[in-house]
């Protein structure tokens, strides 16, 4: 009796460590899962509020999965810098969406401000001849042309900068050439001048002269943003999918171990 009882204890102490370890696989799973609805929902509200909004914009809510040996999963804004038209990190222009408020220079404006080309706290918005990419932002071809001309080279690609004139045809023949890729030649008006406000235009000459110039950029005192996306609302709400998907995963564990 005694040989019994000490075996069916020792198989119950099996037991128990079992369903601990179950558990806490199914903690983890359900953690996981839980984060991977949340980061699901931030997305789908980027798309409700924002228009167009960029693939790397969408893809900039993440999950940190749980582990056992860390069991807790985050979803988070990357804060990487490697993002298109001289961005700045998603955790960074997003937080003023989230937040509202001033937003933060882009990497392209700061370059402009280095070189003079634009005054201090200013910001640069796109004027009536911008380029457009498919998401309604100035176009990175376009941001490249116009540092180039200006003699800046922080960007990725704009290091390419035009030959300085040295007095020789072949150079600026060169220096031609490129004005004619561009649809013309940029110039930076950091103060208002007569009847053109400050900001990037571009010259176009012809044969029978010169067209007036077109506004690429404007400069402006204040680009702010008003709080419209509300990341902390719908992360709560995902999460209150939790139980749901801790009681589904204690069930999936509890079949495995039963088979």
Same mark, same amino acid.
């Given at each position: 009796?005694?040989? @019994? ?11 128990? %460590? ?29 798309? *409700?509020?924002?228009? $167009? =909004?960029? /693939?790397? @914009? ?6 940190? /999965? ?13 804060? *990487?810098?490697?993002? /298109?038209?001289?961005?700045?990190? =998603? ?9 509202? #408020? ?13 070189? #003079? ?8 918005? =796109? ?24 003699? @800046? ?5 704009? @290091? $390419?900068?035009?030959?300085? %004139? ?13 004005? %004619? ?8 008006? =950091? ?7 400050? #900001? ?8 029978? #002269?010169?067209?007036? /110039? ?15 996306? *509300? ?15 801790? *009681? ?12």
């Amino acid at each position: 009796m005694q040989i @019994t009882v000490t075996s069916e204890l020792r198989q119950m102490a099996r037991d128990i %460590r079992s369903v601990g370890r179950q558990a806490a696989f199914a903690q983890v799973v359900a953690l996981t899962r839980t984060a991977q609805a949340m980061r699901d929902a931030e997305r789908r509200e980027i798309d *409700d509020v924002f228009d $167009r =909004p960029t /693939p790397f @914009t969408r893809n900039s809510v993440y999950v940190r /999965p749980a582990t056992l040996k860390n069991p807790e999963a985050v979803v988070g804004l990357k804060d *990487d810098l490697n993002s /298109p038209a001289g961005s700045v990190a =998603p955790s960074t222009y997003l937080s003023a969406q989230i937040e509202g #408020g001033r937003r933060r220079l882009k990497r392209f404006e700061i370059a402009l401000q280095k070189a #003079g080309a634009m005054p201090p706290f200013s910001f640069a918005v =796109p004027g009536r001849f911008a380029r457009l990419d498919a998401y309604g932002n100035i176009s990175r071809g376009q941001i490249i042309q116009i540092l180039s001309q200006l003699r @800046t080279g922080t960007l990725a690609g704009s @290091t $390419r900068n035009l030959p300085y %004139r040295d007095g020789t045809k072949a150079v600026d023949r060169k220096i031609a050439a490129a004005y %004619r890729r561009a649809g013309g030649q940029y110039f930076a008006v =950091p103060y208002r001048r007569g009847r053109l406000e400050a #900001g990037i235009y571009q010259r176009r000459d012809f044969a029978l #002269g010169s067209a007036a /110039p077109r506004a690429v950029l404007r400069f402006v005192d204040n680009a702010s943003y008003e709080a419209r996306f *509300d990341f902390f609302y719908v992360a709560e709400r995902a999460a209150e999918g939790y139980s749901a998907a801790l *009681d589904a995963a204690l069930a999936q564990y509890a079949g495995q171990a039963g088979g």
